[in-house]
């Protein structure tokens, strides 16, 4: 134990930890250890390297407050959020697919009666979206409570807007006796994410563009069912294929039409996945 070196010290370090109680916690942190010195042995990390990492990931912290989660952004950016959602959202075929939350759904959102427009002011062409919400077996599902939120024309959510009053582009609506919805809101755009801290100086150190593509987002929660926490994206988007946070699955690629009379319409049907009783 006082003699440890770079071919000892992996194990020394996991036997530490080998009377850890809770099983889980024991697996995670062990296989924490085990991963974290491969990197550093792989990749060689210099002192400075390691002192360099130390301070990115202090930025990253400090970086974070109520309206910012600096951390989530970086876990997005390195592929670990949806590699998270992948894993645990296997779904058997015909169910909508899940991606990722994002730091912009927030509690508390307003509630809208079918066929409101829940853009309540926000920038953008407007639009009409409609759908159902159906089981895996293609039952309605009525009473579904379907949360929506979108950036605005200009690529930001409300939440990013200092001095907003209120809610915009986001809300929460219930589907109705056939599992049915619309209401009207602004066309999706593509918008980049926040980059203007330390995830951002990683994108630009490795040539990295911050952009997500078109999306609007949806969290539809009904009894019996799995939440459902995905996005629709708008096809032709030019960064479809290198989404900033390798969100985009082709299954949620949907068109906005726009309509002879300049209105843009979505029609996009949602498949739950039954929750299971075990
Ligand atoms: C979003 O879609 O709102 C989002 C997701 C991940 C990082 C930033 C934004
Ligand atoms: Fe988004």
Same mark, same amino acid.
């Given at each position: 134990?006082?003699?440890?070196?770079?071919?000892?010290?992996?194990?020394?370090?996991?036997?530490?930890?080998?009377?850890?109680?809770?099983?889980?916690?024991?697996?995670?942190?062990?296989?924490?250890?085990?991963?974290?010195?491969?990197?550093?042995?792989?990749?060689?990390?210099?002192?400075?390297?390691?002192?360099?990492?130390?301070?990115?990931?202090?930025?990253?912290?400090?970086?974070?407050?109520?309206?910012?989660?600096?951390?989530?952004?970086?876990?997005?950016?390195?592929?670990?959020?949806?590699?998270?959602?992948?894993?645990?959202?296997?779904?058997?075929?015909?169910?909508?697919?899940?991606?990722?939350?994002?730091?912009?759904?927030?509690?508390?959102?307003?509630?809208?009666?079918?066929?409101?427009?829940?853009?309540?002011?926000?920038?953008?062409?407007?639009?009409?979206?409609?759908?159902?919400?159906?089981?895996?077996?293609?039952?309605?599902?009525?009473?579904?409570?379907?949360?929506?939120?979108?950036?605005?024309?200009?690529?930001?959510?409300?939440?990013?807007?200092?001095?907003?009053? #209120?809610?915009?582009?986001?809300?929460?609506?219930?589907?109705?006796?056939?599992?049915?919805?619309?209401?009207?809101?602004?066309?999706?755009?593509?918008?980049?994410?926040?980059?203007? #801290?330390?995830?951002?100086?990683?994108?630009?150190?490795?040539?990295?563009?911050?952009?997500?593509?078109?999306?609007?987002?949806?969290?539809?929660?009904?009894?019996?069912?799995?939440?459902?926490?995905?996005?629709?994206?708008?096809?032709?988007?030019?960064?479809?294929?290198?989404?900033?946070?390798? #969100?985009?699955?082709?299954?949620?690629?949907?068109?906005?039409?726009?309509?002879?009379? #300049?209105?843009?319409?979505?029609?996009?049907?949602?498949?739950?996945?039954?929750?299971?009783?075990?």
């Amino acid at each position: 134990m006082r003699n440890l070196n770079q071919d000892t010290i992996t194990q020394a370090v996991i036997a530490r930890f080998a009377q850890t109680p809770e099983p889980r916690l024991k697996e995670v942190v062990t296989n924490l250890v085990q991963h974290l010195h491969a990197f550093a042995r792989e990749t060689h990390l210099t002192e400075a390297e390691w002192a360099q990492g130390i301070e990115f990931l202090t930025a990253t912290g400090q970086k974070c407050d109520d309206q910012r989660q600096e951390f989530i952004l970086l876990s997005d950016v390195l592929g670990l959020s949806m590699l998270t959602v992948a894993m645990n959202n296997d779904k058997p075929q015909g169910c909508t697919e899940a991606t990722v939350v994002g730091p912009f759904h927030v509690e508390g959102a307003p509630h809208y009666a079918l066929g409101a427009d829940v853009a309540n002011g926000a920038v953008g062409q407007p639009c009409l979206v409609r759908g159902r919400v159906l089981g895996l077996g293609g039952e309605a599902v009525p009473n579904a409570v379907i949360e929506v939120w979108q950036a605005d024309a200009a690529g930001n959510y409300d939440v990013q807007y200092a001095d907003l009053a #209120g809610h915009r582009a986001r809300g929460v609506l219930r589907s109705d006796a056939e599992g049915g919805f619309h209401f009207r809101s602004i066309v999706a755009e593509p918008y980049p994410i926040p980059n203007d #801290g330390p995830v951002g100086e990683l994108l630009k150190a490795t040539r990295r563009h911050p952009w997500r593509p078109a999306h609007l987002h949806f969290m539809i929660k009904a009894e019996g069912y799995e939440t459902l926490t995905t996005h629709v994206f708008r096809n032709g988007d030019p960064y479809l294929d290198s989404d900033a946070v390798f #969100g985009v699955r082709q299954s949620l690629v949907a068109d906005w039409v726009q309509q002879p009379d #300049g209105m843009f319409s979505l029609d996009f049907d949602f498949v739950l996945n039954p929750s299971s009783h075990d």
